[in-house]
T-cell receptor
Framework: NAGVTQTPKFRVLKTGQSMTLLCAQD?????MYWYRQDPGMGLRLIHY???????AKGEVPDGYNVSRLKKQNFLLGLESAAPSQTSVYFC?????????????FGSGTRLTVV | RKEVEQDPGPFNVPEGATVAFNCTYS??????FFWYRQDCRKEPKLLMS???SGNEDGRFTAQLNRASQYISLLIRDSKLSDSATYLC????????????FGDGTTLTVKP
């Protein structure tokens, strides 16, 4: 039972390069999210999706784009990487509200921008 | 003021101790509450949901006080394996399931 799978697990980018992080879930969850976590800080929501073909901005969306062409996949793109985007990125999925279930997280992507 | 606030700790306790964490939230319309556990360099994992009546899971007890807008987590008989960061999470059910995470409280249980 894979749950939520993120690829890649690690990546080093040079400033200005672009990349895409992939998140895949096999639980048929409607909602998917991208968070970033910086040292000593909580998780901050970048973008989220409430279903296939939909996306919305979270708390810190600047510099990122997302797409949800298939229900099971949620892609996070960095258009032109900056050192400030060095972080650990977590993808999560959840059931539709109002069941109020918690999230299932992927194992994270550690990104360093030099 | 942050929407969800936790005492960052660290809490350093001996094995067998009882330790309690508190978390306050600012939005009175919040509906769902959770405690997550995050081990070093790992993803957060759901520890337990927090219900209005309070709930217990083995050595862990969660309480919710809506009037005072705080959530608590009590760990009894601490084990070395309880060492982790504990994240308080508050969710508004009407807001596309988006959750607000506290910054976490770090617990170290020592022999």
């Amino acid at each position: 039972n894979a749950g939520v799978t993120q690829t890649p697990k690690f990546r080093v980018l040079k400033t200005g390069q672009s990349m895409t992080l992939l998140c895949a879930q096999d639980m048929n969850h409607e909602y998917m999210y991208w968070y970033r976590q910086d040292p000593g800080m909580g998780l901050r929501l970048i973008h989220y999706s409430v279903g296939e073909g939909t996306t919305a901005k979270g708390e810190v969306p600047d510099g990122y784009n997302v797409s949800r062409l298939k229900k099971q996949n949620f892609l996070l793109g960095l258009e032109s990487a900056a050192p400030s985007q060095t972080s650990v990125y977590f993808c999560a999925s959840s059931e539709i509200e109002p069941r109020g279930d918690g999230y299932t997280f992927g194992s994270g992507t550690r990104l360093t921008v030099v | 003021r942050k929407e969800v606030e936790q005492d960052p700790g660290p809490f350093n306790v001996p094995e067998g101790a009882t330790v309690a964490f508190n978390c306050t939230y600012s939005n009175s319309a919040s509906q769902s509450f959770f405690w997550y556990r995050q081990d070093c360099r790992k993803e957060p994992k759901l520890l337990m949901s927090v219900y209005s009546s309070g709930n217990e899971d083995g050595r862990f007890t969660a309480q919710l006080n809506r009037a005072s807008q705080y959530i608590s987590l009590l760990i009894r008989d601490s084990k070395l394996s309880d060492s982790a960061t504990y994240l308080c999470v508050v969710k508004m059910n009407t807001n596309a399931g988006k959750s607000t995470f506290g910054d976490g409280t770090t617990l170290t249980v020592k022999p």
